[in-house]
């Protein structure tokens, strides 16, 4: 079964770090590209980054240029998100997804992420 | 950055009715979108893909149509299950875009 697992969310300062885990299974990872996708509370969906599926290639949304950084080990068949310089508008359900040629086909159940002093 | 926009932002409709929600692109995006379904609490869920293809084991009643800048989604038959809200997201280029989604509530 294709699946895809986060882990990392939590509760952190603002000016803080988190690192976010999506833990892939039941195709091979290094094959596509990965996506992450935040949510803030009662809002929609928000594109936040993609790395391709070697590592070699990344886009980042605006908001979280220069701030977040995506990276992937193809050997843990794990994506990760490391988020620097947190502020309250970073607060959101953080979601992978799978990304094939056709769009986002599998989706992880999203960490939440909140920051809040 | 290509925005994408939602019409309506929330839609009314009772079970049976057939409904439309529609996805403007601000620049051409040939027939590079995707519908996806979010019920609360959950991950959305692909629907259609390049405009107008169903994502396998989702109902036939679901369609879409459109390229270029307009799009439409098309619910032949509501049932009690697609309550719901909708996004379109635009995958033509980086950075991908989502509309700001369409709230399918029971009249």
Redesign the interface.
């Known amino acids: 079964e294709v699946q895809l697992l986060e882990s990392g969310g939590g509760l952190v300062q603002p000016g803080g770090s988190l690192r976010l885990s999506c833990a892939a299974s039941g195709f091979t990872f290094s094959s596509y590209a990965m996506t992450w996708v935040r949510q803030a509370p009662g809002k929609g969906l928000e594109w936040v980054s993609v790395i391709s599926g070697s590592g070699g290639t990344t886009y980042y949304a605006d908001s979280v240029k220069g701030r977040f950084i995506i990276s992937r080990d193809n050997s843990k068949n794990t994506l990760y998100l490391q988020t620097n310089s947190l502020s309250p508008e970073d607060t959101a359900v953080y979601y992978c997804a799978k990304e094939d040629w056709y769009g986002l086909d599998v989706w992880g159940q999203g960490t939440t992420v909140t920051v809040s002093s | 950055?290509i925005q994408m926009t939602q019409s309506p932002s929330t839609l009314s409709a009772s079970v049976g009715d057939r409904v439309t929600i529609t996805c403007r692109a601000s620049q051409s995006i040939s027939s590079y979108l995707?519908w996806?379904q979010?019920k609360p609490g959950k991950?959305?869920?692909?629907l259609i893909?390049?405009a107008s293809?169903l994502?396998s084991g989702v109902p036939s009643r679901f369609s879409g149509s459109g390229s270029g800048t307009e799009f439409t989604l098309t619910i032949s038959s509501l049932q009690p299950d697609d309550f719901a809200?909708y996004?379109c997201?635009q995958?033509n280029t980086?950075?991908?875009?989502?509309?700001?989604?369409t709230k399918l509530d029971l009249k």
């Open positions: 950055d995707a996806y979010q991950a959305p869920k692909l893909y390049k293809s994502e809200t996004y997201q995958y980086y950075p991908r875009t989502f509309g700001q989604g």
